[in-house]
Structures are given as C-alpha cells and as structure tokens.
C-alpha cells in the first residue's frame, strides 16, 4: 500500500512527460535531420546528384569509411582488453587505468589532434626520427586514424566494464576448472556474454568515428581529395556558400549514421528473445 500511494502522485504526470520528452527529441533531433535533407533536395533531386557526383565527395566518403574501417577495430579489441583487465584482475594503478579510459570524454578533440602535432608534426617530438626515416604522420591517413582512435578510445571499453563486473567469472572459472584453455574461455563463454554490449559499444564508436571533425581537422591539413572526411568536406563547401552541397554531403553523412541505427535495431529484433533471455539473467 504505500509503494502504491508512493507511485499514484506522479501516475499523472506520465503523459505530460512523456509529451515533453517527445517533443524535446523532435526539436533537438528530428527536426535537425529534417532540416538537412530538406535543404539537400531543395533545388530537386537532379541537383542533389550533382553535387553528391563529384570526385572530391566521393574521396571524402571512401577516406571516412576507410578510416572508421581501422579506428573501431582497434579499439574494439583494445576495449575488449581493457575491460577483461579491470573487472577480472586486481593489480596497483587499476583507478589510473580506469580514470585513463575516461580522458578523451573530457578532453576537447581538438586538444586530442593537437597532441599528434606536438608529438609526429614537423616540430614534434619525433620530428627527427620520423625525417630520417621518410616517414609522414600529420597530413595523412594515419594521422587521422590516430586522432580518431583518440577520441573514440572509451567507447567499446566503457559499454563493457559494468556489464563484465555484473556477470562476474564464475562461468569463466568453471569452464577453466573443466579444462577449457584461456582462449576456448574467452570464444565460449566471455565473448557470447559480453556480445551485445560488445555490438552496442561498436556502433557508438563507429558512428563517433565517421562524425568526429574537431581531432581530425588538426591533423587533416584539408586536403582535398586526400586528407578530407566527410565533415571536414562538409565545413569546405559551406565555406564556399555551395550549401546545396553542403547540406547533400551532410546528408550522405546523415544517411550512414541511420543505417548504423537501421543494422542495431535489425539486429535486437533477430535476436530479441535471446535478448530477453540474457535480461531476465
């Protein structure tokens, strides 16, 4: 009875909340991502392909896909790691660990490609040793994986940790206590466990990755046709008041991030007894 009379207060205030969420989603991002395709099609489709056709736009997507294709897997595997670390293992420095996990959220990315200037820049750190080698980083595509993986460090990491030290490593101990080898473990019982957020936190990195702009511009030099993401080509063209074309590239970049959100939903409605199943564990 007195959780009931708890709840009944605030059982009216459901549908004006409910509306106020509603409506705070259609301004913030609804309306946005309306706004974008609008003004991409609003001199029609046929100059929409027109200004999608072009060899530098082209360039700019193959280089973001191509970046985010190097950037999520490494940190994938490094989240993977770094989780399995801090939630199976008690060793000095585990807080430092954790707390360094966390960094890029609070850092500015451009402060995040600001950091390879200082280290592979002309003037950097390892200027001389990357000279005499006829090595390039800044400028390049590995400068802008290297600003990407930056920033987008925590995300896989963080989607795992609370969900490993829920879990435990009680089926882990058993496995291992009935033979099974370390990697038999990790392929058998932790990675069927962990998939999910595993799914969850690579689609947050990647989808981070292929919009990121403030690291990547840094270490771009803005090259076009070479070193130009989609965002920074986006920034290019407003620039030149080409907004037709500005707003038909951001669109394409729109149009990646909803098919990320397409293949996550797909995915949890395949699989949404298993999901259930693993929930009400």
């Known amino acids: ?13 459901a549908p004006a ?4 969420a509603l409506g705070w989603l259609g301004l913030i991002i609804l309306l946005p991502l309306f706004t974008v395709f609008l003004e991409a099609f609003r001199r029609g ?7 999608i056709d072009q ?42 660990l954790t707390t360094l996990i966390d960094l890029p959220f609070s850092v500015s990315p451009v402060i995040s490609g600001l950091v390879w200037i200082l280290l592979f820049g002309a003037a950097g750190w390892f200027a ?8 390039r980083v800044i400028f390049t595509v590995t400068g802008l994986v290297l600003a990407t993986v930056l920033v987008t460090l925590p995300f896989v990491a963080r989607e795992l940790i609370p969900l490993m030290q829920e879990q435990g490593a009680d089926e882990e101990s058993a496995a291992i206590t009935l033979g099974a080898g370390g990697w038999t473990t990790f392929f058998q019982v932790t990675l069927p466990n962990i998939r999910w957020a595993l799914l969850y936190g690579v689609l947050l990195c990647n989808a981070r990755a292929m919009g990121e702009f403030g690291a990547v511009s840094v270490v771009s030099g803005h090259i076009r046709g070479q070193t130009n993401t989609l965002p920074l080509h986006v920034e290019i063209l407003y620039n030149e008041y080409n907004f037709v074309g500005a707003f038909a590239t951001a669109s394409l970049l729109a149009g990646l991030a909803l098919v990320t959100l397409l293949i996550k939903s797909l995915l949890e409605w395949r699989y949404a007894g298993e999901l259930a199943v693993r929930r009400r564990h």
């Open 55 to 96: 060899p530098d736009t082209w360039a700019a997507v193959r280089l973001t896909l191509l970046v985010a294709a190097i950037s999520v897997p490494l940190n994938a595997v490094f989240g993977v790691a770094a989780a399995w670390c801090v939630t199976r293992f008690e060793f000095r420095g585990k807080s430092i």
């Open 17 to 20: 909340m409910l509306l106020l």
């Open 128 to 135: 001389p040793v990357l000279d005499a080698l006829g090595i």
């Open 1 to 13: 009875m007195i959780a009931a009379s708890t709840r009944s207060p605030w059982r009216g205030w």
């Open 45 to 51: 489709v046929e100059a929409f392909l027109g200004s």
